[in-house]
């Protein structure tokens, strides 16, 4: 199944985008009072044209759905979300791309996902859209709305940015669990450095999962590095002295995750300024709880296994068989 991307001189063919990634996001929704948008309704009211796209994601839920369309006598695609709002009569458009009157570029191809995920103890929606920017060059758009009691579906200004990934390979471009969790990514990273700003957020070292997120920052005044791991709510903080009481932290050399048991362990390498080598180990469980795993650290570190990566998840394996 082939996603059909218009262009003016021809259409290309990218793998398929399916929705059915996301089906494994368990999602409930509340009653509302309100009835479900009627995209065609609304685009007819405005004396817009709609457009078909190939695979249109179909939403989490029936209070928010896409809509496609061609404005007034445009021949490029604008897209944007219609949601409910609890309690009145008419439901809210949130505009994801809207196509400059006369200008061939950019066009709204498709929206391709829908991503429900928790964040700073709030309900977000992770909403994926294909643009084509030019005719060679196709972008993957991710826009969150935060989903609130009184008001529905709505853009949080306090919330995560819009975030931009270049589509490199077109023909291979499918839609895997990992491909449609991409949004995720620069949402908690976002978060996490609002969070924390007075300290340094370490790119490489940032891991990013279907339900939780892990973060190194580095103090370089206290000599401190902080391990940060959230999983919706609100984060929890170690740091080396956590786990090796009175040392100082002179470095971060890596960062990993090991799935074991229905557990996620996230790794955090550090190098103390003593020259040894020590191991921060936190947890998730799959219902979000998270620990500071410091006896299981210190099995690891006792037993020397801190040369690299490898050798701490083989440590972890070994302490939790």
Known sequence: MNINIPDSCSQMKAGTLASSAILVFLYQANAWAAEPPNPKQYIHQRGWEPYDAAHTARPPSTEIVPVLYYENDDSVPSCGLLSSVPGAKEPRFTELMHAP????????????????????????????YLVRDTRDDLYRKFSYLYRDPKQGYTLDPAGPK?????????????????????????????????????????ERDFISDKGSSFAVFDDSQGKTCHIVTEAGDTPIVASEADYSPGSRCAGILASSRLEKAGMTYYIGLLKLSTGAQLAALTSVTSNG?????KELAERVNRAGATKDIKSVKAAIAEATR
């Open 101 to 128: 009157k006369g200008e061939e570029f950019p066009q709204c191809v498709d929206v391709v996902s829908f991503v429900p995920f928790k964040l700073n103890s709030k309900d977000y929606l992770s909403v994926e």
């Open 162 to 202: 819009p975030s931009t990934i270049k589509v490199k390979n077109i023909a291979a471009m499918t839609s895997t669990l990992s491909t449609v969790l991409d949004g995720l990514k620069p949402a908690r990273a976002a978060y996490l450095k609002q969070a924390y700003p007075q300290w340094q957020f370490r």
């Open 289 to 293: 709880e998270i620990r500071v795993e």
